[in-house]
């Protein structure tokens, strides 16, 4: 068993942020106001070159288990999935029995565990969080959901699965989701203090999830921030990172064909659009307040110095506009107060759309969902802040990825990974590497340069190996050919190498082949689109429960229909009889 760097083992705290940007933390080179993440960052280390999955269930199934989203059960979110792969080996669209989450793990070895906000990992009893190694969970099954009230995204969910200790749960009256999921980890932590035992807290906010909300008056702090636009954001973001030490001097960058031209929008869609960026920066804000306040506590009550950090985001901005397509529109405005001043406020359906989520993950290309860098490459920030073993303000550059922080917190807390067999079963082993060497300074890169990793969801797939990335994206993010870049030299994907370096290119193919194959990666069916498959899943899960609920309305009108009929037919051979009769 590995032993832990300081003699006393630590909590952990696991924070993720829910589609955050590459430079949304100040630490970054951001604009937003951040100040706890901030502190956390100087107090640890700050990593460059990190990744995840494009979107959040395979993310989330990666960062809890240490092993591939294939093999653990999520080759697809069921959001995002073709009926065609569902039940497929890989392709539950849940955590499978076949992995052990770092719950279960440190569970076995005296730690509490505990985990508010999103899961997304599944829904029955064996999958949600207390099936999984939490003894206590306040979790949200879905992708999103309302950050003002007990209701879901109404476009995508016909109700809000919360639950507590796998039961459903309601939310209390005066919720806001960053606040409440600070408040419930608190008291579960809080609750167990006397046992002695060292806690896992798993914090999963919603923010800045679609819809994007925050309070007014996070809103009113970026009320003229964002009045030059996204292109121009895009550029201050860049200098930004640059000037952090996240990004190398001369990065370059590309600018998306999805990004639209600022000068050429009418005054007042400029000012919706950077109203809905101002309520992305405010929710941005908010949660970072309350990780302060969260710190603030540990700190009273004496756990902050001996407590792991860890924060990252699940996946690039979010690109998706509910209001870009008129049947969408129409149905958000059915549900929710679209008018640009409510934007970002309580009963409002808010996103920042495409052009400003490719500034969020600036100077990269792309963003959620897509297999580029924007969508993949994300902050993760290690600290301990009582060990003085770890690097302080440290940035790391070398690779590292989201399967290499279970097996990471177990290395410090001095816990053995699964190794092929977990409570008498046959388990997936953790495929992560350990990232101590780089949080001590002993190391710049604990991935081979030789290593390939290959990944792939929706079609959109990657092969990684040393500082070469061959990535292919599907339409509507790319034209679904392989393309090959220096992610290190070139981090924003400006300079395509494949026709200078045919070789590799070729033989990264092959390494990609091999992966698909060991981890039974289906290809996609013709014509799919991530996007369309969202909406037609949407509609399959919303079409029933929504006719149901009209159908008393439907028979009652149909019932006024017939007796109004019958209650005419009568008169009318009364009046009839009544005549021949005189």
């Known amino acids: 068993m590995p032993a832990p760097i300081a003699p006393a083992r630590p909590n952990i705290i696991l924070i993720v942020a829910d589609d955050w940007g590459f430079t949304d933390v100040g630490a970054y080179g951001g604009e937003i106001a951040t100040p706890n993440l901030d502190a956390l960052a100087a107090s640890g280390t700050r990593f460059a070159n990190f990744h995840v999955a494009g979107s959040c269930a395979p993310t989330r199934a990666m960062l809890q288990t240490g092993v591939g989203s294939h093999r653990a059960g999520l080759g697809n979110m069921p959001e995002t999935i073709p009926p065609e792969h569902r039940g497929k080996p890989g392709y539950g669209a849940e955590l499978n029995d076949r992995v052990v989450t770092i719950a279960d793990r440190l569970r076995a070895t005296g730690y509490r565990t505990y985990l508010t906000g999103k899961w997304h990992l599944g829904n029955r009893a064996r999958n949600l969080p207390t099936g999984m190694g939490y003894d206590r969970a306040f979790a949200l099954g879905q992708s999103g959901a309302d950050n003002f009230e007990e209701k879901p995204n109404l476009l995508l969910y016909d109700k809000a699965a919360w639950t507590e200790d796998g039961k459903p749960a309601h939310l209390p009256k005066d919720y806001y989701s960053s606040r409440f999921i ?59 990172a640059i000037a952090k030490g996240v990004m190398p001097p001369g990065t370059a960058m590309v600018a998306m064909d999805t990004t639209g031209d600022w000068q050429a929008l009418t005054p007042a869609e400029r000012a919706a659009r950077a109203r809905a960026m101002a309520a992305y920066g405010g929710m941005a804000t908010s949660m970072d307040r309350e990780i302060g306040r969260l710190v603030a506590h540990l700190k009273a009550i004496g756990a902050y110095d001996n407590t792991v950090f860890v924060f990252l985001s699940d996946n690039g901005g979010e690109a998706t506009d509910p209001m870009a397509k008129p049947f969408n529109a129409a149905m958000a405005r059915l549900y929710y107060n679209q008018n640009p001043d409510q934007q970002g406020r309580p009963g409002s359906l808010t996103a920042i759309g495409a052009s400003f989520a490719s500034a969020v993950s600036s100077p990269l290309r792309g963003y959620k969902f897509t297999a580029s860098e924007g969508g993949l490459r994300v902050p993760l920030i290690i600290s301990w802040p009582g060990n003085p073993a770890l690097v302080r ?122 992966f698909a194959a060991r981890d039974q990666v289906l290809p996609m069916p013709a014509g799919y689109q991530a996007p369309r498959q969202i909406e037609a899943n949407a509609l399959d899960e919303l079409l029933v429960p929504r006719l149901l609920r009209l159908m008393p309305w439907v028979v009652g009108v149909l019932g006024l229909f017939v007796g109004g009929a019958v209650a005419w037919r009568r008169r009318e051979k009364t009046r009839q009889a009544s005549q021949s009769g005189g």
């Open 182 to 240: 600070v408040d419930r980890m608190i008291r579960y932590v809080d609750a167990g203090n006397a046992s002695g035992k060292p806690f896992l807290a798993s914090i999963n906010f919603l923010a800045n999830h679609i819809p994007v909300q925050a309070p007014d008056g996070d809103i009113a702090a970026y009320k003229d921030r964002y009045a030059a636009g996204w292109t121009s954001l895009r550029a201050e973001r860049r200098a930004g």
């Open 393 to 514: 303000n440290g940035v790391a550059n070398g690779f590292a990825h989201v399967t290499d922080v279970a097996p990471t917190l177990l290395a410090l807390a001095g816990v053995a990974a699964p190794a092929g067999r977990f409570g008498g079963r046959t388990v997936e082993p953790m495929q992560g590497r350990d990232l101590t060497p780089l949080l001590t300074g002993a190391a710049t890169r604990v991935h081979p340069a030789d290593e390939a990793l290959g990944y792939e969801l929706s079609g959109n797939a990657v092969l990684f190996r040393g500082d070469l990335k061959l990535v292919r994206n599907l339409a509507p993010y790319g034209d679904g050919a392989w393309h090959l870049y220096d992610i290190v030299r070139d981090p924003g994907e400006t300079h395509d190498l494949a026709a200078a370096r045919p070789d590799v290119f070729r033989s990264m193919q092959a390494n990609y082949a091999d």
